[in-house]
């Protein structure tokens, strides 16, 4: 077999708009708990950004996601429980002062959103052989992430809240959503429109953890290596505010 | 402690073409391997690309990841030949028609692309006990994947090419770079100006596997249930083309 060359994008460039315009998304996305309003989300914008998903890099072009969406009342409810189950053992992790913080933090939305959804894995999809996991089996789970980077990003634009949980005992979650063995539930998203956007990650405003300053963590052809007599210029554009 | 509530995003809205900015760098993103050109990436440039892959989610706020900018020639020669023995081991674990395609496949642009990157996960960071990743140790890991897809598309819409290569054998990689025990690379990416970006996928492009229709994927309240009575719209909003 021979393979052909693809054809090019015609549709080469972004202009200084369109690339502001994806940093927007970036810089204003938010990991939303709480101020989801009930309103649906229309046919149209929730295929839009269920197709951002999909059209996330995979490896050896995998696809290996399907999105399972959850609505109903009663199994929000048992997903809810799984989560409260799992958050006491989170808070007894920490120590007293820790905990007390912990305890205080909203960390889900799952009944108030109007739309909870699974992005899984299914790790045997694609036979035991795939290009690109030969050697990192964890990558067919990088690219259910990628898939739901995508579709945090594109929901943000759509004015859309995501919220990512992850503090579940796994074999619960899976249990109550009857997934196969081969299947990894790889992120649990509450999804809605909501009353406001918080300007920071609420961690950081919570001053639970501060935002590290990135060029203190850059570094050059070795790890340790933080000798920047060549790279004056990039760490002086990383050391300049974001936004 | 009593924790405040923070400050609301005030420029909260997208207009059309800034949400159509957003999905234009998710529909054409694409992992390169080849085409790359050997024009240096402004220090302005990079610093924007690495700065959106700061502001991704990470689990508890943890921001475990470092950039890791390799250009030296011996460095990258030094990847690329333990690429080159994965990429061997690779090829024998196909049968042999499969086998004779994978071969032909170009995976990676180690010494074309200017600059390569490792983008890492500090998997002690945060100390044992991480809010969200109490349940799931992975999420971390998930942290540094969602800051590379933050980077490759900021990168797209900069017009500037990247590509995640997988198949190294770890232990000899983290050596190559001296990474420290707790330090996982995550993601090796070759990055560069290209002189085109394909439309499609090019494994999709090479017939090894077809983009998988995105409205199968689909399944409602517990996995196997895809009776779409109730969502005939979504799946008919699922079903037209993409772009």
Redesign the interface.
């Given at each position: 077999?021979e393979?052909?060359t693809?054809?090019?994008?015609?549709?080469?460039?972004?202009s200084d708009?369109?690339?502001d315009?994806?940093?927007?998304?970036?810089?204003?996305?938010?990991?939303v708990r709480g101020q989801f309003k009930p309103d649906p989300i229309p046919?149209?914008v929730?295929?839009?950004i269920?197709?951002?998903a999909?059209?996330?890099?995979s490896?050896?072009?995998?696809?290996p996601?399907?999105?399972?969406?959850?609505?109903?009342a009663q199994?929000k409810k048992k997903i809810h429980d799984i989560f409260l189950n799992?958050n006491d053992?989170?808070a007894d992790?920490?120590d007293s002062?820790q905990g007390?913080?912990?305890r205080?933090?909203k960390?889900e939305g799952i009944l108030e959103s109007p739309l909870n959804m699974v992005i899984t894995c299914d790790r045997d999809l694609?036979g035991p052989?795939v290009?690109?996991?030969?050697?990192?089996k964890?990558?067919d789970?990088?690219s259910s992430?990628?898939a739901?980077?995508?579709l945090?990003?594109?929901a943000?634009?759509?004015?859309v809240g995501v919220g990512?949980v992850?503090?579940?005992?796994?074999k619960a979650l899976k249990q109550?959503?009857?997934?196969?063995t081969s299947?990894t539930p790889?992120?649990y998203l509450c999804i809605g429109y909501v009353d406001?956007?918080?300007?920071?990650?609420?961690?950081?405003?919570?001053?639970?953890?501060d935002?590290?300053p990135?060029e203190d963590?850059?570094?050059?052809?070795?790890?340790?290596n933080t000798d920047n007599t060549e790279?004056k210029?990039?760490i002086?554009?990383?050391s300049?505010p974001?936004e």
């Open positions: 077999m393979i052909t693809p054809a090019h994008q015609s549709d080469h460039y972004f708009e369109e690339r315009a994806v940093y927007k998304s970036i810089y204003l996305r938010r990991d046919d149209d929730l295929a839009r269920i197709k951002a999909h059209h996330a890099p490896v050896g072009f995998m696809q996601w399907n999105f399972l969406l959850i609505k109903n199994t799992a053992e989170a992790m920490f002062e007390e913080i912990y205080q933090l960390l694609a052989v290009v690109g996991r030969t050697h990192d964890s990558m789970l990088f992430v990628c739901i980077q995508n945090w990003l594109a943000r634009a759509e004015g990512w992850s503090i579940f005992n796994k109550a959503l009857k997934l196969p299947v790889v992120g406001h956007f918080y300007a920071k990650p609420e961690l950081q405003a919570a001053g639970w953890r935002r590290l990135v963590l850059i570094c050059f052809d070795e790890w340790g790279h210029g990039l002086e554009a990383l300049k974001a």
